[in-house]
């Protein structure tokens, strides 16, 4: 099989190693370059414990991304915004795909970054042709034909998978919707910090960035795609003593007429060909450690039209951060933009031969 | 300082082993028996390390409560709702004021019995006189004269704490009410099951009883007195890997003509002379570690009036499950019951002596 | 490529459900049933969220195993000793290969089972013949062409691998063997046990078996093939509050005349052509978190010939207590007995084709 | 009671917090200032929810402390090392009595301290008069006139506690120790790190500092004086995924002629009168959790006759390293030094009145 030669910035990040990883059992990548300050010189094995010709790479540093990029055919870029919005345009420029997992490129709208990211957007020219990439929402043609795909964010897709599909089936009053939803540290990224030590964490939940997570616009986006119009929405991010996972939590309001198992059918219809998106029996059956190492979301609903709240539709997801929240989703559509099958690297190929 | 005899039945509980922990350190109460069938013949000390007279005490089994009960002022019972509800009206006519740390006396409707705890409420002439013991929200004197005090469950103190002020002060509307909450897995009781073990919840966080969870009607009648009329009310709980300690993310709507700054004032003005209540100033400082291991409550609030959802209200409480949502609201409720200061062996007491 | 038929008994315990993934992915078999009396009727992707055709399988019976397992080349038994004990005879008369996870046949001596497992030995006939399965450490042509391979033990397996190359190259004194070592809980197996339940066990080590932990007559059978000659060992076992990995920590001493390079160089020497075992520099890096989820050991030592304890040697190791301690070895053992490439399913196959 | 005005330097490290928490409820003491940098201006109660007179206090700077001290009896040290050793000589000159949290004066030999704590002693001439204090196991008399009390390291009064008696009773043979032991992360302090971050601890066990741990000497000190002796020994310690607690796991040999349950009766001996240190019956009962947040230490001792190595004893131990390995330590020492009870403030009194 032809391999693709490709590159990982920001590879000593948390979503970068497990790109990695993933790359690593990858039979139509060969992975060229891999690109970090930290670690800049040291193996990606000694680093990470990854075998294979990655864990043969050497960590190389940002400064020569360019240079080492310009015999690929993509680059993953798993950097800050910031960053990716000073990468993306120079490598687009050689003729180099990119797709991004940082927030750079995922809000049509330029006048949203100084609010909810801190910065002027510095290449704005960009937002309108670059493809958010959630495979199972959005139109593949125009992932596999991107040159630039903004890969969502974790809270994000997970929200997303939950309500989409009740949004577009029309289920849905217009009651605001509240997303309450909690996630592992590695979702702060590798850090050096009091806040995300050992201590401060274990053993304790807390609310985070309460009215104010720069995923909010990025959600309400998604989910106003979804409903043809805007879209009310409050995001209520939370901090887990674990590792990796996120589970979202979503409250909505059945439309007057509709039945109460339409929910339930319409995540099923959704989804009767996503093998990456498990709809399960009850949202008790979603968990954290139903998706984490895997490239999976699962999602399922329960509804009532009696009790304390008639009319209720509670819509619980769990997806890895690190995997179909980043890592594996990024790899979904790298496949979908070489013209490989969707999930190779992902699942258990059938029939695959040593 | 004169000495109450009270005794402890379901002591080898996690909530049982709080309250003879808070006990052995009060200076108002002799412990006189403890109970428990699983431990019975065993010392309080060789089981759970806990020093001093309440550590010398052996379980006694529960088919000898009514006996050792005989010269107590007060029970608590810490055993689950249907056993409390034939202990109780036995120790009461016996003259043996009670403290029921379970579901058994908390609704004031009967009917509501079967269909949220599963049995017909057998002794349903006692609902009528318990009072509810939540002190810092209900008339102290009605604790004080009390011969049977419900004391509240976990979840609905958190959430309760939260709401109440806001609904008092008539600054909400009426959408319904969400209630997204977290537990330690303390809160699940001691078992003997797989669904419990460590394997199954480190690492995961699930949803649980969605839509059907008993502490539903709790709460909703808790907001309700509240409100002075009925609310609607989602309460979707989680289950957390953590071990004790309680998380409530309750979002409600501001009412048209109210300020910003309301919810944050009506808080203050509730708890300014509540020592175990704390209001913090945002969201992000309420946090499980805030309030394990202490008897009090964290709470605070957010409130937006522009973004992706203005009027929207984030109020968050945590407490310890089994203290502040068990053994030492019991302790409250018990020290008001017998004229002492509320907060005996609650707090350190300035100017005590060895 | 062709596929060999197998099955898998006791499917549903943690390492036969590590069993099934690794299987899931394996081009070379074709699992042909999978048995558990507790999951009987379920699919395992029901339970287990494993995709594919292993997912698709819905578990049978213990009692049908021996019909199920009629076409099967080779059956993995991941059931209790005693069980394998049972199983084990009745599937060789069959013509079944047997790779047993249990302790059944890891003894070469039947009258060790009476104290270190407490029963009688009904099939000690199968003893002699039974090739334990460690394959770094053993000739893998006996392996290779054995009919009954007895899977290493967690604990014997991480010891052995981090003492054997010192041994054999007669680098140690006669002093005796000191190992402490600490496994997370998934060891213990599935449980519906209060000792390790959630509230038990998160925020606690204990030591467990102190000098009577079954695994100690294993390792000094393995320490004692490896010196040609019986050592003397204490072994002291602990729980994490973890699910998965195994440390061990052993403390030996170097002969006179021994330079302190020597250790490391053995191991180096050792795990040269191993890929699945990896050797670091010192054994600050060895850790837990360095082999869980993969199929390798990490292996370091540090020695001094001064300081408070000269001629000390300490030698760390870390496997994931399911994978290299269980299932991984298990499916490099199947490989090895069906000629193919000893690391099939279990690394990243360089050139692999979707 | 007479009030003796107090101080806490590093009074925000997870040490000197513990010390602020139980001072807090100390009836004999006045916390007349904390001190730290990190936490100039804010109050004790915001940082750490503790209430009372000491909540109200505000951290002043170290640079302040000389002035602050003028009217305290005495001063708590929750300092590194380094600024122990400046400012002891201070305090003291100012006749201020000094309880050192730190490693500055616990080593008699000051030729120890640059190579296991890096840097040469300038206050070389204290080390003889400081009191090494482990009230258990040292002359209380001693640490009731002392002036400079060196608080004993977490790890050593682990190891102390196990082996001390039996040394004293001349039980052991001359075999080197080998104390293997384990620690939660707050013994590695407050920091903003990496290595200490959530996502590098949890789910992993690790040692650390092998051969070369700052403790060794410590430990080496206590067992030779009580042997009378200079001991061998062997301590490896090993980084925990918990927060709090040390479990201590000691390997050592029977002296010939001795009987194997000598050692259990030298433990029950030699604490029957020592309510702080908790003799089990067996190293199974032993765990971090039965001393987290307690003042006391757990011990238990197995031998062995027979088996894989005759001789054999283990001892366990386990404390909660902030409170008998730091903070309570500490006060045990200054209720010493001031003439009260030792354990005013340690454990529940009973007779005591609100």
Request: aromatic share 14%.
């Given at each position: 099989m032809h391999k693709y030669a490709i590159g990982v910035v920001g590879?000593?990040?948390?979503?970068?190693?497990e790109l990695c990883r993933v790359l690593a059992a990858h039979p139509g990548v060969?992975?060229?370059?891999?690109?970090?300050d930290r670690w800049e010189g040291a193996t990606v094995r000694a680093r990470t414990g990854i075998a294979g010709a990655v864990g043969g790479l050497s960590?190389?540093?940002?400064?020569?991304?360019?240079k080492a990029a310009q015999d690929c055919v993509a680059v993953f870029l798993a950097t800050p915004a910031e960053a990716s919005m000073e990468l993306a345009p120079a490598l687009l420029e050689r003729g180099v795909k990119v797709v991004d997992l940082s927030g750079a490129f995922r809000l049509s709208?330029?006048?949203?970054?100084?609010?909810?990211?801190?910065?002027e957007h510095r290449a704005a020219g960009l937002l309108a042709g670059a493809v958010y990439g959630l495979p199972e929402l959005v139109d593949r043609d125009a992932i596999a034909s991107a040159r630039l795909v903004a890969n969502p964010g974790c809270y994000p897709t997970a929200a997303a998978l939950a309500l989409v599909p009740l949004l577009r089936a029309g289920l849905l009053t217009d009651e605001s919707i509240v997303v309450d939803a909690a996630s592992g540290v590695s979702g702060a990224g590798r850090q050096a910090s009091e806040t995300y030590s050992f201590c401060e964490v274990a053993d304790d939940v807390r609310p985070y960035k309460v009215l104010r997570h720069q995923h909010t616009p990025e959600i309400a986006q998604s989910l106003s795609r979804g409903a043809r119009k805007p879209v009310r929405l409050t995001f209520t991010p939370h901090l887990l003593p674990i590792k990796r996972g996120i589970l979202s939590t979503a409250s909505v309001r059945l439309a007057p007429g509709i039945g109460a198992g339409a929910p339930a059918e319409a995540l099923r219809a959704a989804y009767r060909d996503e093998p990456l998106v498990e709809v399960l029996d009850g949202p008790e059956q979603v968990s954290i450690a139903r998706t984490v190492g895997t490239p999976r979301a699962a999602v399922a609903v329960s509804t009532t039209d009696s009790g304390f709240d008639p009319g209720r539709v509670i819509v619980v997801s769990s997806i890895d951060n690190l995997l179909k929240g980043a890592a594996s989703q990024a790899v979904q559509n790298l496949n979908l933009m070489l013209g490989l099958p969707e999930?190779?690297?992902?699942?258990?190929?059938?029939?695959?031969?040593p």
């Open positions: 590879a000593s990040g948390y979503s970068g190693i060969e992975v060229r370059f891999v690109a970090s960590y190389v540093p940002h400064a020569r991304v360019l709208d330029p006048a949203a970054y100084p609010e909810h990211y801190g910065f999930r190779t690297a992902l699942e258990p190929a059938p029939g695959v031969s």
